[in-house]
Every structure is written in structure tokens, then in C-alpha cells.
């Protein structure tokens, strides 16, 4: 595959990464994880260099499937996780966020031991919090860099001023947010910012979990513990609004040759050089079409009536309840 750098920091990865929280959270049963090694393992196979994990996904038990399977070939691949939450009381997500500069080094070594590795490539912080200047966080985690425990800084859902004043305290190689063809507001100001910084930009969420791939539409059940049951955007009736999006996805896909979900990859891939979606998934079958989307080019005709087509719609529903929301953006 071909590979990427993260904006100016030097961080070298696969083009398109593996979102794997869903192979241990969130979306409905988990599966087993002896086939979600193997997965892992098929991943590195066909290219992939570049996994995606956190402390929060399980809790904890995605960071050991990660270390399980990668350690073989840990010195092949890149691994990134975050810190940010407190999941002490069990209830991910939900708890609160947590950035005291004791909490993160807490982290920090509790991940090193469960990924099985002795450095973490990239730590992000997963959500800002509010009660800790953005100032301790990046210092901290610049101890942890020089201490030869992290390689690299980012950030997630963070507002630009945030960006900026951590990036001048200890440089942030990525930026991870969502952003998709459904979900464009980093084009407002982010994407501006990161440019003008040298910060890379990894998409997660860069096929709406799940939604522009034309494969769920508003009579889709989910299980009641997939957490798309909770999300506005997910409710039925906003599917069915939201199905004139992935129509129209779907015939230029058909024009191309291509699955919507790999116009949808490709369409990011060609927003800038220095972007990194990171699509999840758990079957193999849907890892090898993602990873093709690398290889499909679209040009200044394709990206145009793309736009065109999504400027079209006007999608319905917010990304996220409002208490979630809230910590995004800030």
C-alpha cells in the first residue's frame, strides 16, 4: 500500500489505518477475539501499518487484542491510542474526561503494558479537558516523549485556539476528528489550521460509521447495545432523509467501477496529502475494499460532481447527543 506522512513531524504510515474499537466496543456484540487477531494479522498482510486503539474501547480489552496480535511485528507497524477519560467508574464514554498530568502518565504506562510494547507511537488526547490548561497536557506528554514513551503528540475533537496553544508547547504531529462526506465541518477552519501548522489529519468515522457504505438503511436493526442506537443520526427517520446521500454516492460509484465506500475513501484521500482515514471494520471482505479505495483515483471532474452531489443533500439528524457533543470543540 501506499504509505503517508502526518503533516511535518515525520510520522510515516499506511494511507488508509484500522479504526479497530469495534473489534472489542460499541458496535453490538464483539467478536471473538482469536478472529479478530487474525483479522489484525491480515491487516499488517496486505499493507496496513497504521492501528488504531484507546484505553476506552473495552474498557481496556482493545489495547490487549492489540498487543496480542502486533507484538510479532510491533517494529513493522505504527500504533497510536489516546488518554482522556476516566474510566475508573466502568463506564466508558460516560464518565467524564480526565487530562490532570498525573492521570496521563498513569495512562501512558497502564497502555504500554497492555499494547506489550515499550513506546507508544502516538498518544492522543482523546477529548480536552476543561478543568486542565491545554499547556500541562501537551507538557506532559513531551515528558513522556523525551522519557522515550511516546514518539508523537495529537489531539481529538479539538477546538482550533486548543490546537494552537498545545502545538506551541509541544508539537502535535495529527489531529484525529471526524470527517466524511457526511460530516464536512473541518473544512471551516481545521483543515485551514492543520495546513498552516504541519499537522497530519486522521478521519475516524470516514464512512459514517457504516452508513455510506449503502449498506444500512432506515429498516436496519441494530442490536441494542450498538451505541448507533443512541445517535440522532441513526434514528430511522433520519436514515431515510439521509439515504438520498448514499444514492447518490452510489451512482457515481457505479460510474467508477468502484463501492460507495471506496468513493468515500478516495474523496478524502484526495482532500489533502497529509490525510489518514482510519475505516473499522471486523470482516475481511470489507478490509480488503477499504484498503483497495488507496488505489482509486478520482480527479478534479469526479471531485467536483462529488461535491455537487453532496451539496445536494441536506443531511438530517445530529452526529451525537447533546451531552457527548459537548465534549468535542472545545
Keep these: 500500500m501506499q504509505t503517508r506522512i502526518l503533516g511535518t513531524n515525520g510520522l510515516e504510515v499506511s494511507a488508509i489505518g484500522l479504526g479497530c474499537m469495534g473489534m ?10 482469536k478472529e479478530m487477531v487474525s483479522l489484525l ?13 484507546a484505553e476506552v474501547y473495552g474498557p481496556f480489552t482493545n489495547e490487549e487484542l492489540l498487543g496480542e496480535a502486533l507484538a510479532p511485528i510491533r517494529d513493522k507497524v505504527v500504533i497510536a491510542t489516546k488518554f482522556g477519560f476516566d474510566v ?17 502518565r498513569a495512562v501512558a504506562d497502564a497502555s504500554l503494558k497492555r499494547l506489550r510494547t515499550d513506546v507508544i507511537d502516538l498518544f492522543y488526547q482523546h477529548r480536552v479537558d ?36 498545545a502545538h506551541r508547547v509541544q508539537r502535535v504531529t495529527a489531529l484525529q476528528s ?10 471551516q477552519q ?22 455510506l457504505t449503502g449498506k444500512i438503511d432506515a429498516n436496519t436493526q441494530f442490536e441494542q447495545s ?34 460507495s465506500a471506496q468513493i468515500a475513501l478516495a474523496w478524502l484521500l484526495a482532500q489533502r496529502p497529509w490525510i489518514v482515514p482510519i475505516p473499522g471494520t471486523t470482516k475481511l471482505n470489507r478490509l480488503e475494499e477499504n484498503i483497495a479505495a ?20 441536506l443531511i438530517e439528524g445530529e452526529r451525537y447527543p447533546d451531552s457527548i457533543e459537548a465534549m468535542t470543540n472545545r
Design 24 to 33: 472489542s466496543f460499541a458496535y453490538g456484540t464483539a467478536p471473538e477475539p
Design 41 to 53: 494479522h491480515a491487516a499488517a498482510e496486505r499493507g496496513v501499518t497504521f492501528f488504531d486503539t
Design 88 to 104: 475508573a467508574s466502568g463506564q466508558p464514554g460516560r464518565s467524564g474526561v480526565n487530562g490532570r498530568p498525573e492521570h496521563i
Design 130 to 165: 476543561p478543568d486542565v490548561p491545554i499547556e500541562d497536557v501537551a507538557g506532559t506528554v513531551g515528558e513522556l516523549i523525551r522519557a522515550g514513551k511516546v514518539r508523537h503528540f495529537g489531539l481529538s475533537e479539538a477546538a482550533p485556539d486548543t490546537i494552537r496553544r
Design 178 to 187: 471526524e470527517y466524511s462526506l457526511w460530516w464536512r465541518r473541518p473544512e
Design 190 to 211: 481545521i483543515l485551514p489550521l492543520l495546513d498552516e501548522l504541519g499537522i497530519g489529519f486522521v478521519p475516524y468515522s470516514p464512512l459514517g460509521r457504516g452508513f
Design 226 to 259: 450498538d451505541f448507533r442506537t443512541s445517535l440522532p443520526r441513526f434514528s430511522p427517520e433520519a436514515r431515510a432523509a439521509n439515504q438520498k446521500l448514499v444514492d447518490l454516492i452510489g451512482r457515481i460509484a457505479d460510474a467508477k467501477g468502484a463501492t
Design 294 to 313: 488507496a488505489s482509486l483515483r478520482l480527479d478534479g471532474e469526479d471531485l467536483a460532481e462529488i461535491d455537487r452531489a453532496a451539496a445536494s443533500v
